[in-house]
């Protein structure tokens, strides 16, 4: 054992030093979104040393932080052994370059939009996902990749965070023309993908069946609320981002209507222009739904911020002019007062504990007000050749009473306007349908 040095291979985690800006016009106070960077950072495995901020008119051209802070910021990095610094808002490729050319050694800069990237990339596991991503990396490091090969080479063979993109292609082997021709075989293949996907939100709509959408800030609880809802088990953790690829469940509604509920990606504020485009096609299923769920922490302290986080990115994604209802969750960690106060703020909110159940008999209720809302009563007598539109009934309608005539099945329901419209030939005119 004397000639051999003993390495451990145990996990270490980069040690992060976080900058954070305050330009006075920010919604967000510096010190609450240096929280939230704090915890994108640990989801992202490293481990915080230090945050830094700087009160500026507007960023530095060259440096986004003033000389005297980036000094500063030289000194801690020494003095912390710090491996990473991650600045709050997006840096340009200029920037970053002098950055880390300042900063020096092997200590890497990113911002905050390559690390919700890199944590993307390890949370995208369906084939879409994994394209989506990949395409939000590749625009982001397009613009960065003139006159800087040595800079990403050495964030490559760092390893770690930021160092991840390009799914598992050395950056020194990619150049403007390779990338471009990447992006636009993903943008196809995505492409193909959202007709696909359009196809099959066709159908759906085609089948009547009410389709539901939980949206809202990432650790809000909705993956959590959909498991309870629904007996399902997708996968839940208490991290930013744990879930990334939409779940759909069926729901049978008390009155016997069939529904669907749509667990979707996690909002964030400052969420990356590119990634709200790489993954519209994902976040599709929130725009073609019937009736939107905004999930909120009812304990967070920034839960106003959060809705209007996520109200943002409803209005990028097309989504705003869908009925939603607000959905306080976690509201068996506050106290009744401040439920209370909650619900005098918006009296068409609901107060739900998705861990504990709390409420979502009140929460099934609205939504079975909302999915029969538009409903008509109509009497149909659909024969028997017609095996499927029989199904579609039974699921997404609900049937006051049936009985098997003849000539076919007669059923005097109440339908949405779009079921009601399929059955409009099948109409008759109750004790009729014999005639």
Known sequence: M?????RSTAFVPERAILVGVDLGRE???VKESLDELSRLAETDGANVVMRIT????APVPRTFIGSGKA???VGYVTNLEADIVIFDDELSPSQQANLEHIVGGDTKVIDRTALILDIFGQHAHTHEGRLQVQLAQLQYLYPRLRGMWAHLAGNQTRGGIGSRFGMGESQLEVDRRL???????????????DTRRGTQNKLRWNSGVYRVALVGYTNAGKSTLLNKLTGSEVYVKDELFATLDPTTRALELEEGRKITITDTVGFIQKLPTTLVES???????ASSADLILRVVDASDPNASREIVATD????QIGADHIKTITVYNKCDTID???IDTLLMNDPDAVAISALTGKGLRGLLYRISQEASAGDTTISVLIPYENGMLINMVHESCQVLNERYEQKGVFATIKASSRMATLLKSYAVEHGNEDS
């Not at 700087?54 to 008119?57: A, E, F, G, I, S």
């Not at 990338?179 to 993908?193: A, F, H, N, P, Y």
């Open 179 to 193: 990338v471009r021709g990447r992006i636009s075989t993903l943008r196809q293949e995505l492409k193909d993908l």
């Open 71 to 73: 000094s500063e910021l």
């Open 279 to 285: 993954f519209k096609s994902t976040l599709a299923e």
């Open 312 to 315: 943002d990115v409803l209005k």
């Open 2 to 6: 004397g000639r051999f040095k003993y």
């Open 336 to 338: 009744q007062k401040a």
């Open 54 to 57: 700087q009160r500026l008119d």
């Open 27 to 29: 919604q967000w106070p």
